[in-house]
């Protein structure tokens, strides 16, 4: 079995101010910065279904991301010609607004730069209200200690459901939902 190894959504960090705008049905293949095909067995019972998603943001702690991840399913319909039309389906898969926390880089990691020194990991996420995705699995990790503590020095990640997705979008804003916002966004992501 291999191990995942984590993935970022964007080379560079994104500092959309922007409303997220998500994708509609077409016929085109989905693409741009932050989309990805997903390699997926299905013949495979202990197959990679679901996405690993770690958030982060260059700032200081306490500042705001949010993130909305878009999976995509394939319709193929054949006509009676023979001729076969596949149209890609967007669906909402999760809307998660983060909190940075105390937790970052020791110093500008990697040659190029992989991980910035002010790049801080989400010690906090919750799901959107307008999550619409209800039938998939999203699990925000709070992590919040036994007195009601928000650990700092840690890093929340979110577990979705791909659905049998044969694509994910991964959307920024750093429009924050709550407190101030952060300077950009990004997430680390792997299937598992």
């Not at 989905?30 to 390699?39: E, M, S, V, Y």
């Not at 076969?84 to 669906?91: F, L, Q």
């Not at 983060?98 to 906090?124: E, Q, W, Y």
Request: glycine share 8%; net charge negative.
């Amino acid at each position: 079995m291999a191990v995942p190894i984590l993935k970022r959504a964007l080379a560079t960090n994104s500092t959309s101010t922007d409303t997220i705008g998500c994708s509609v049905p077409s016929t085109t293949v989905p693409t741009g910065a932050g989309c990805f095909k997903l390699d997926q067995n299905f013949r495979d019972p202990g197959g990679k279904r679901r996405l690993l998603v770690k958030p982060f943001g260059t700032d200081a702690a306490d500042e705001d991301i949010r993130i909305v991840v878009e999976i995509f399913h394939m319709f193929r319909e054949q006509t009676d010609s023979g001729s076969v039309t596949s149209i890609y389906i967007p669906t909402t898969a999760a809307i998660l607004d983060c909190n940075l926390g105390a937790s970052k880089a020791a110093a500008d990691i990697g040659s190029p730069k992989l991980l910035d020194a002010d790049d801080r990991f989400a010690n906090v996420i919750a799901s959107g209200a307008a999550v619409t995705n209800i039938g998939g699995e999203t699990h925000a990790q709070v992590t919040l200690s036994t007195d009601g503590d928000v650990p700092t020095a840690t890093s929340a990640a979110a577990v979705i459901d791909t659905l049998g997705a044969t694509y994910v979008k991964f959307h920024f804003s750093i429009d924050g939902t709550a407190g101030t916002n952060s300077a950009s966004a990004n997430c680390l992501w792997t299937m598992i």
